[in-house]
């Protein structure tokens, strides 16, 4: 059974790899992870009438995520659009983690086609890569499934290496 490590991600972005969107520490922070700032420093809009709702999905991502290594040794297994669009990867561990709508650099990898079908590209399906990631800005639906406009850091793909096996 795979765990999914998520972001209610709902509006796919891929983009071009600019640091000025970057989580960063403030100069001068007293804190030595960005993980300690609070958690308001992460998200930039929630939607009217769900700033608990959003604020306590963010605080749960936020410890999630600071948990997690940076490169990830993981499997691309695929998108999908269930209840959303999903860029699912799965870990050695099979813990599962999902990229999607973030403004996500794949390099040279085309993952998967941007029409409206998304099609996975075979060459890389169940292909094993070393992730990069960084919190990023990103817009995206959210909260209760009502695909209200929210804005925060989240996990975006910075940097994508092919694992030959």
């Known amino acids: 059974m795979i765990r999914c490590i998520i972001f209610p991600l709902f509006f796919l972005s ?12 403030p100069k001068n922070s007293k804190v030595k992870s960005i993980y300690d700032l609070p958690i308001e420093s992460f998200i930039i809009k929630y939607p009217p009438n769900y700033k608990d709702e959003f604020t306590s999905d963010m605080e749960y991502y936020k410890t999630i995520w600071k948990e997690r290594e940076n490169p990830i040794i993981a499997r691309y297994r695929g998108n999908d ?8 990867f799965e870990g050695e ?4 983690y999902d990229f999607a709508y973030a403004k996500n650099h794949f390099g040279k990898y085309k993952l998967f086609d941007n029409s409206l079908d998304y099609n996975d590209n075979p060459k890389y399906l169940n292909k094993k890569f070393k992730i990069f990631w ?4 990103a817009k995206f639906p959210c909260c209760s499934g009502d695909f209200e406009e929210a804005e925060a850091y989240i996990p ?5 290496e092919l694992i030959k096996e």
């Open 134 to 137: 960084a919190l990023k800005i």
């Open 81 to 88: 659009i269930g209840d959303y669009f999903h860029i699912n």
């Open 14 to 25: 891929i983009g071009c790899n600019s640091s000025k969107d970057v989580m960063h520490l």
């Open 93 to 96: 561990n099979g813990e599962g």
């Open 156 to 160: 975006t793909i910075t940097k994508l």
